[in-house]
């Protein structure tokens, strides 16, 4: 079985590297413009801004593999995804297109207007993305349901590609870092075309279609605790963000979270697809599938903590992704600061399979609540204090994911004790 399980995940895992290798790219290019620490502090508000929206989104593939396992809910959740979207695009489109929209944008993050300008003009070109980014996610879930798993790491891998080669046109080009950012994502929309073309030719409907009156009531409640869970992930750096830039010469230490955090979730990032492996695997066999989890988590973490303890950091940020010297040295002791994140990232996994597979996934949301709420009052308390820098930051975003992994697991335990079962 362990095999079965290495088979399916692994694809998923390169998938993940995939899309994190993107970011890599962005950082290295944003890295060799001029001003390098003003473009990727700039791409971090911009990004952020993005990711609060686009981030609901992250779990419409574990919502479709778990969901849709026949027509009628296939269809239905194509629809509850379009119109998901559709909404999340109104706020996007008026904080790039509107004055009021920038207003609150800027003090959302703590920024001025210098700053603002090119993060609304990032927000605008960016904004009809969030519909493509959705149904690219909705065929991914179909996908890998059919646990055609290769297929999806081809396909990231091929929009990898496509990006990497825009970005590195535009720098070379002369296009403006906005520009250049912006029409790499173009990709996505290569992505989405080639994944309705795999999912026509290669999907087969569930064997065991479980489901089939499945109502819109139904899917949203599954639905909106997990979209909170990553609404509440993407708005953790905004929050660090906008106490950091309140700091003296604070574009360096924002530029080196950055591409620090971007870094580190190549190692955070394929333990994320344990959600992936549970909600296939899972019911059958949990404790398999857990063994599994442990084994690949140890490796993982001792790699982390390998690359951040030797010079090897100091080849990845300085060399590899191009930051000055200053940036590339604050990245490393983010980096060494996040090493814990690994572990705790696989527990909260562990208990947000058992949410999915149980279809009781309300949580999911308490446990991002409580993340964001630990993560400001420590922001908070430290920039009180004169203790707030890069690597307090790190660490706070730790003892942010400590703090989900706990709610999680806490109330998972809730709902498995023998007086609730009971009572149900």
């Known amino acids: ?34 001003n390098a620490a003003r473009e990727l502090a700039v791409f971090a508000f ?29 269809k239905r959740c194509l629809r509850l995804t379009v119109a998901v979207c559709c909404v999340l695009t109104v706020p996007l489109v008026l904080a790039g297109f509107t004055r009021t929209g920038a207003l609150l944008l800027g003090r959302l993050f703590g920024i001025g207007a210098a700053v603002q300008v090119p993060v609304t003009h990032y927000l605008r ?51 403006r870092a906005v520009h250049t950012l912006a029409a790499s994502l173009a990709s996505w929309l290569v992505h989405l075309v080639l994944s309705y073309v795999f999912y026509r030719r290669l999907y087969k409907p569930a064997t065991d279609p479980e489901l089939k009156c499945l109502g819109y009531g139904a ?34 230490a924002i530029a080196s979270l950055r591409i620090a955090f971007d870094f580190a979730l190549i190692f955070h990032n394929p333990l994320n697809q344990f959600r992936h492996l549970f909600v296939m695997y899972g019911r059958e066999d949990a404790l398999g599938v857990r063994r599994f ?103 706070i975003l730790t003892l942010g994911f400590a703090a989900e992994a706990i709610v999680v697991a806490c109330l998972s335990r809730f709902r498995a004790s023998p007086s609730r079962q009971a009572r149900a």
């Open 1 to 34: 079985m362990q095999r079965r399980y290495w088979q399916f995940y692994w694809p998923l895992a390169l998938t993940g590297l995939t899309m994190l290798l993107a970011r890599q790219f962005e950082n290295a290019t944003l890295g060799r413009y001029a």
């Open 293 to 395: 989890m442990i084994r690949v988590t140890a490796v993982v973490t001792v790699v982390m903590i390998t690359v951040a303890a030797t010079p090897l950091s100091k080849l990845v940020f300085g060399e590899l992704l191009g930051a000055p010297a200053d940036i590339a040295a604050m990245a490393r002791q983010v980096l060494w600061a996040g090493c814990l994140i690994p572990l705790i990232v696989t527990l909260r996994n562990y208990f947000h399979g058992l949410a999915m597979v149980g279809r009781s996934t309300l949580g999911m949301g308490a446990g991002g609540i409580g993340r964001i709420a630990v993560i400001y009052g420590a922001a908070l308390a430290c920039f009180s204090f004169g203790v707030l820098n890069h690597i307090t930051a790190a660490a």
């Open 46 to 74: 911009a990004a952020s801004a993005f990711a609060l929206l686009n981030a609901s989104l992250a779990f419409v593939p574990q919502m479709t593999a778990v969901l849709a396992r026949s027509a009628r809910a296939r």
């Open 125 to 175: 070109l960016v904004s009809p993305l969030l519909v493509v980014n959705g149904l690219r996610q909705y065929y991914t879930g179909l996908l890998i349901q059919a646990k055609r798993t290769g297929v999806v790491t081809v396909l990231n891998g091929l929009m990898l590609v496509i990006a990497g080669a825009v970005l590195l046109a535009g720098l070379h080009s002369g296009l």
């Open 219 to 252: 899917i949203l409640s599954f639905f909106w605790p997990v979209a909170l869970t990553s609404l509440m992930f993407a708005l953790s750096r905004p929050i660090l963000y906008s106490f950091v830039a309140r700091l003296p010469e604070s574009e360096p």
